[in-house]
């Protein structure tokens, strides 16, 4: 019944910017963390950026200073601004969030988007 959004992704140039939405929606009592991955082209999915409920960040070293996480204020949301992007930062961008549902409160389950794709090339 939970599930997760991602929008935004598309073509940008080298050194262009992108903003990355993701929603979660159903029978949520409440959400935890949320991160986004990514995933390139044949190669394994790795943790892009974190943010926790009470608003703790971590960012994989690959994007620290270019790519900022954060939590919107509406319901259940949370955005990724990519600055300075690179062509190596072309992959599958994924959201996913550690959420506790109605149907079962105590018990926290990570849940995925469908991916949202980013590439940068000039």
């Known amino acids: 019944q939970v599930q997760l959004v991602e929008s935004g992704g598309g073509l940008v140039q080298p050194g262009g910017s992108l903003r990355l939405s993701c929603a979660a929606s159903?029978?949520?009592?409440?959400?935890?963390?949320m991160h986004w991955y990514r995933q390139a082209l044949g190669k394994q999915r790795d943790l892009v950026a974190t943010?926790?409920?009470?608003?703790?960040?971590n960012y994989a070293d690959s994007v620290k200073g270019r790519f900022t996480i954060s939590r919107g204020s509406a319901k259940n949301t949370v955005f990724l601004q990519m600055n300075s992007l690179k062509p190596e930062d072309t992959a599958l961008y994924y959201c996913?969030?550690?959420?506790?549902?109605?149907?079962?409160?105590?018990?926290?389950?990570?849940?995925w988007g469908q991916g949202t794709q980013v590439t940068v090339s000039s």
């Open positions: 996913n969030a550690g959420i506790r549902t109605l149907a079962v409160p105590g018990l926290l389950i990570q849940y």
């Open positions: 943010i926790t409920s009470d608003g703790t960040t």
């Open positions: 159903g029978s949520i009592f409440s959400i935890d963390v």
